[in-house]
């Protein structure tokens, strides 16, 4: 069982910046895993955000976020951060962690079957 708890969404002005951590518990898998974050905004679909492979050498983005967002992770604390630069109202929405053991570069929600809970983020203009 793995469990993905994430934190630090929260309220901020356009043009400011967050920093979403996920932790991972539970069945020890964390190095073996790719990390994903998605998103979803009221009465929208779930949508790709950011995803790391298990090496975390390898790191692929949605255009609406790249050069503005960075996805890392630290093994010693297995742990997956989102910094979020630049931030615009229209990425307010609910953050999701999730985690694969599939390879190769993972986009779609169905590919993870672990989910966290999300974390809010909510951007003003």
């Known amino acids: 069982q793995v469990q993905l708890v994430e934190s630090g969404g929260g309220l901020v002005q356009a043009g400011g910046s967050l920093r979403p951590s996920c932790v991972a518990s539970g069945r020890t898998i964390f190095s073996g895993d790719a990390m994903a974050w998605f998103r979803q905004a009221p009465g929208k679909e779930r949508v790709f955000v950011a995803g790391?492979?298990?090496?975390?050498?390898?790191?692929y983005y949605a255009d609406s976020v790249k050069g503005r967002f960075t996805i890392s992770r630290d093994y010693t604390t297995n742990t997956v951060y989102l910094q979020m630069n630049s931030l615009k109202p229209e990425d307010t929405a609910a953050y999701y962690c999730a985690a694969s053991t599939r390879p190769g570069t993972l986009k779609n929600d169905y590919e993870y079957p672990h989910w966290g809970q999300g974390t809010q983020v909510t951007v003003s203009s």
């Open positions: 790391i492979n298990w090496s975390g050498h390898s790191s």
